[in-house]
């Protein structure tokens, strides 16, 4: 099977998490796949972390790799904290994070994150 992937786009955000850089691009569509790009997420781990940290919102970027994924724990008090309510009353969101508050991390949903392993970056 092959497994390889590359990928041109502009960075959306760009972020360090336990020493490996992660950056988020945005995909314009080809003539004639839709309109709505897509979004994906680069792991470049060192020594081109170092040179991906470079890299700001706007930039452009080509990027070469494969597909892999990590699986983590969405902690209800992580979702909570960034989840956003449809309609005016806030009220019910607010007693939604007082409860994840006091769940701690008993309460989490198993989450996968799929993404491109940047073998070669192109700036």
Same mark, same amino acid.
């Given at each position: 099977?092959?497994?390889?992937?590359?990928?041109?786009?502009?960075?959306?955000?760009?972020?360090?998490?336990?020493? *490996?850089?992660?950056? /988020?691009? %945005?995909? #314009?569509? !080809?003539?004639?796949?839709?309109?709505?790009?897509?979004?994906? *997420?680069?792991?470049?781990?060192?020594?081109?972390?170092?040179?991906? #940290?470079?890299?700001?919102?706007?930039?452009?970027? /080509?990027?070469?790799?494969?597909? *892999?994924?990590? !699986?983590?724990?969405?902690?209800?008090?992580?979702?909570?904290?960034? %989840?956003? *309510? #449809? !309609?005016? !009353?806030?009220?019910?969101?607010?007693?939604? /994070?007082?409860?994840?508050?006091?769940?701690?991390?008993?309460?989490?949903?198993?989450?996968?994150?799929?993404?491109?392993?940047?073998?070669?970056?192109?700036?």
């Amino acid at each position: 099977m092959l497994n390889e992937v590359h990928v041109e786009g502009t960075v959306i955000q760009n972020i360090e998490h336990a020493g *490996t850089r992660l950056v /988020r691009v %945005a995909i #314009a569509p !080809d003539p004639g796949r839709g309109n709505d790009a897509a979004y994906v *997420t680069l792991r470049v781990e060192p020594p081109l972390a170092a040179v991906a #940290a470079t890299l700001k919102p706007g930039s452009r970027v /080509r990027a070469s790799g494969y597909i *892999t994924h990590r !699986d983590y724990q969405l902690f209800l008090a992580r979702f909570a904290e960034t %989840a956003e *309510t #449809a !309609d005016e !009353d806030a009220g019910d969101l607010e007693k939604l /994070r007082e409860l994840a508050r006091s769940a701690g991390k008993r309460i989490y949903k198993p989450h996968t994150l799929t993404e491109v392993k940047v073998e070669r970056l192109f700036v």
